[in-house]
């Protein structure tokens, strides 16, 4: 079984300044990937950053990056330079490998508010 | 440049009655799932397929059927709809197996009313 926690439901953070979203995770599988998700008000999913538990470095993409511990089971996303366009809600996600990603379980998520 | 594409976008059904939500995808992806969201949560899986012809069962798949006949399509069916079943539901695909960065993609969403 997998599970995701995300313990700040909002989160608020000044244009230009960085963030740290948090998620913590439980899993029995050996292998596994972790994904963060950016949601919009307009609703679709939008693919940030992925981590897989063998991967020996933390993900960078861009302003995003991933701080990866896995001995304390925690995958925080922090988020470089805020921009407006940065509100939204942030998803979380586990899934465990050999399985194309098509079995994810996601956080209950995390309202980012960027302010000017 | 289609991606995944999910009709119909918005849908509004009274109690018992059927539907199918559309999924296609025009990747070539092998692998494709099913995913409800209701408010204030994240996605939850529905069903998956990890291949045509192949198909299980996720985390909330009671009241939902779905059938993989080919690589593209992958149709969800409502046999006889509940209000419960009202959520945004979503469709995605991917072709990695192994990991890797490899992402997996979103259709952009069926809101479904229940009345």
């Known amino acids: 079984a997998q599970k995701i926690t995300q313990t700040q439901p909002g989160m608020f953070v000044q244009e230009k300044e960085a963030v740290t979203l948090d998620c913590t995770y439980d899993?029995?599988?050996?292998?596994?990937?972790l994904f963060w998700y950016k949601q919009p008000s307009s609703g679709e999913m939008i693919f940030l950053i992925y981590?897989?538990?063998?991967?020996?470095q933390n993900a960078t993409e861009g302003r995003y990056s991933l701080n990866f511990q896995k001995a304390r089971k925690s995958a925080n996303l922090v988020i470089s330079a805020s921009q407006l366009g940065d509100s939204a809600m942030y998803f979380c996600a586990i899934t465990p490998l050999y399985t194309g990603f098509q079995k994810l379980v996601f956080g209950t998520g995390t309202r980012l508010l960027v302010s000017p | 440049n289609a991606g995944v594409t999910q009709t119909p976008k918005f849908q509004v059904l009274k109690t018992g009655q059927s539907m199918t939500l559309q999924c296609a995808q025009d990747m070539n992806h092998e692998y494709m799932s099913w995913y409800r969201q209701d408010p204030g949560m994240g996605l939850r899986l529905i069903h998956y397929?990890?291949?045509?012809?192949?198909?299980d069962q996720g985390e909330v798949p009671n009241g939902y059927n779905v059938s993989r006949s080919t690589t593209e399509d992958f149709p969800l069916r409502l046999l006889s709809a509940a209000p419960s079943q009202t959520s945004v539901y979503f469709c995605?695909?991917?072709?990695?197996?192994?990991?890797?960065?490899?992402?997996?993609?979103f259709g952009s969403g069926t809101q479904l009313s229940v009345l």
């Open positions: 397929s990890v291949g045509a012809g192949i198909t």
């Open positions: 995605a695909s991917s072709n990695d197996r192994d990991g890797g960065s490899e992402k997996l993609f």
């Open positions: 899993t029995s599988d050996p292998s596994y990937g």
């Open positions: 981590q897989g538990s063998y991967d020996q």
